[in-house]
């Protein structure tokens, strides 16, 4: 069974622009989880949808922003980016409709230069 | 309110000695508790985890106990390899509400060399 894919996975922007990173969860996952990860943060939850309703939101500003498709595969989106959003971006799924044992993909890394 | 605090890295071990890396956590209920490992250049995997107290889990050599009394979730290892060296998570799963919500600790680095 695949495991979790991310694309792409190297990204450099410029500040004010904005980014699509997108997460295809392994078949039959449902749940789909996104994070922020820097190293003085941690890891940071960003939003988790559940058959493509947005279930939990994580305390980012609203230029963060995600949908979830039919199929499961999920895409987060950031506007007007700004330094400070260079980071690790991970998508996590997991089977029922609640967080459990999550399957993360390999992240995706965004430069803001 | 609910918390995780892991012990801060780096820890680097020589190869074959025994791993200690300290979780302990703040929560009201009874919470899930999870390991997460992360090797270089890749996302993070479930290592191991406890849902209840006292309850013990185990994986590829690695331990952790669910302590209520010390609100504890150490990891330990009794020999660590070189291929051990990753970032671990230890992570806090509870009810809020209708909803599950997941807190990490900060993550540990740890170097094992030869």
């Known amino acids: 069974k695949a495991g979790v894919t991310q694309t792409p996975r190297y990204l450099i922007k410029t500040r004010g622009q904005q980014v699509t990173l997108s997460c295809s969860p392994i078949s039959g996952h449902r749940s789909v989880s996104w994070y922020q990860q820097t190293p003085g943060q941690g890891l940071q939850f960003l939003f988790e949808?559940?058959?493509?309703?947005?279930?939990n939101k994580g305390n980012f500003p609203g230029r963060f922003s995600g949908r979830q498709f039919s199929n499961s595969r999920s895409e987060m989106n950031v506007s007007t980016l700004e330094l400070g959003d260079s980071a690790l971006y991970l998508c996590a799924s997991s089977l029922g409709t609640s967080i459990d044992e999550q399957y993360f993909g390999p992240g995706t890394r965004l430069t803001v230069t | 309110g609910n918390s995780v605090t892991q012990m801060e890295g780096p820890v680097t071990l020589s190869e074959e000695a025994f791993l200690t890396i300290n979780c302990t956590y703040t929560a009201t209920g009874y919470p899930s508790l999870f390991w997460y490992v992360q090797y270089p250049g890749e996302g993070l995997q479930l290592l191991l985890k406890?849902?209840?107290a006292d309850d013990k889990g185990s994986n590829k050599g690695f331990e952790a106990t669910y302590r209520k009394e010390t609100t504890s979730f150490h990891l330990e290892k009794g020999s660590v390899q070189v291929s051990d060296s990753a970032v671990y998570f230890c992570a806090l799963l509870y009810n809020a509400g209708n909803n599950r919500k997941l807190i990490w600790g900060l993550g540990t680095s740890l170097a094992v060399n030869p």
């Open positions: 949808y559940f058959s493509e309703t947005q279930r």
């Open positions: 406890a849902t209840k």
